[in-house]
């Protein structure tokens, strides 16, 4: 338990070591915090030496994988912070556990924290309890991630240019519960969904565990509403009909009738603890043509439990002529989140750089 604190037990105190990782400490060892000779901040530094923000962040040249974190458990992450440069969706985190091969977490940067948009779009602003974006494109993670002998965290920057990365990862070492899961994210996109086909958000899931949220992005490729469409959870063995199915996907986002500002007839950005559509972006009339939404639902209070397998889709559905429910090809994106045993499934191949790329 003392690995994972909350405000119910934060006065208990216990025998866990507090660890960081960060350009000043890229291994997180204990008093070497602000050591670093070299560094992104030497020149400014020059006048004041070591001890004063020589090694504030990294370059990662085009192509390069760089290595965020190697760690040695049993610990657990509890938060990471960061603010890349570039193109979001041309900055890849890969986390694996426990000397594993695949990655456990596959993801571009910007999708993993909610804000995959990027581009030329504003950073929205997210203030909810598993992640935050905050002002000037802080990135912020406090989804809890326990590991018994290793934690490795990469970042590989596939874009033509070079990039800056800021981070810090703060971690735990201490002794992990024995039921405690292993954390994943799956990023996947479909642009534009076939016509007539559902969404497919997370499949092929083997192990017990239990499906913690979903963070999307709907870029509308119509005129009108585009989300009718159900969410639906297929658990340990269901087959042609799921355990459970939405009512609609502003619905399960949390939201009602177009998530409407019924004063304004516009859609009314939102964001809270466990859910939001926290942004819209509105066509200009020019460059940005289309309409495009970002929405996140944590299931912290109300987490989906499988036991064997889990698969997860949702329909997109607008309206047509008299009142007839019309199948949309949409630009879809999304992340899922869950926990589970290990070994982690192999993932579907992310899409090459122009498929990632935002048009």
């Known amino acids: 338990m003392s690995l994972f604190p909350g405000l119910h037990s934060l006065a208990i105190l ?3 070591e507090s660890r960081s990782i960060s350009p000043e400490n890229f291994t997180g060892e204990k ?3 602000g050591a670093a000779t070299e560094g992104t901040g030497k020149n400014c530094a020059r006048d004041l030496g070591v001890g004063w923000k020589i090694s504030p962040s990294v370059k990662i040249a085009a192509g390069e994988t760089f290595t965020l974190a190697d760690i040695a458990g049993p610990g657990a992450i509890q938060h990471i912070w960061m603010t890349p440069t570039g193109n979001w969706r041309f900055s890849i985190l890969r986390i694996y556990w426990d000397d594993q091969e695949l990655p456990s977490i596959e993801c571009p940067v910007g999708d993993f924290f909610a ?3 990027g581009g030329n779009a504003p950073t929205p602003q997210l203030s909810s309890l598993a992640v935050c974006v905050n002002p000037g494109s802080a990135f912020n993670c406090y989804w809890p991630m326990p590991f018994r002998r290793r934690c490795r965290m990469t970042i590989q920057n596939i874009d033509a240019e070079s990039m800056v990365l800021y981070y810090q990862v703060n971690y735990a070492l201490g002794d992990v519960p024995a039921g405690a899961g292993y954390f994943h994210a799956q990023f996947r996109r479909c642009n534009p969904l076939p016509e007539k086909e559902v969404y497919t958000i997370l499949d092929a899931v ?9 963070s999307m992005l709907w870029g509308s490729n119509s005129n009108g509403w585009w989300g009718e469409g159900e969410i639906k959870f297929y658990l340990d063995g269901d087959d042609e009909f799921p355990t459970i199915c939405g009512t609609g996907t502003e619905d399960y986002f949390c939201g009602s009738y177009n998530f409407e500002n019924r004063q304004t007839k516009q859609y009314q950005p939102f964001t809270t603890p466990y859910s939001g559509l926290h942004q819209v972006i509105r066509p200009d009339g020019l460059y940005q043509s289309q309409q495009r939404f970002a929405m996140y639902r944590w299931h912290v209070v109300d987490p989906i439990r499988f036991r064997e397998n889990l698969r997860v889709t949702i329909q997109a ?5 008299a009142g007839r429910y019309l199948p949309l090809r949409d630009d879809i994106a999304s992340v899922a989140y869950w926990y589970q045993t290990l070994p982690t499934t192999g993932f579907p191949t992310l ?3 122009d498929d990632l790329e935002i048009t």
């Open 351 to 353: 899409p090459g750089k």
């Open 31 to 33: 008093g070497r915090g």
């Open 317 to 321: 559905l607008g309206w047509r002529s």
């Open 206 to 214: 083997r192990g017990r565990g239990h499906y913690v949220g979903t």
């Open 115 to 117: 804000a995959g948009w």
């Open 14 to 16: 216990s025998d866990v």
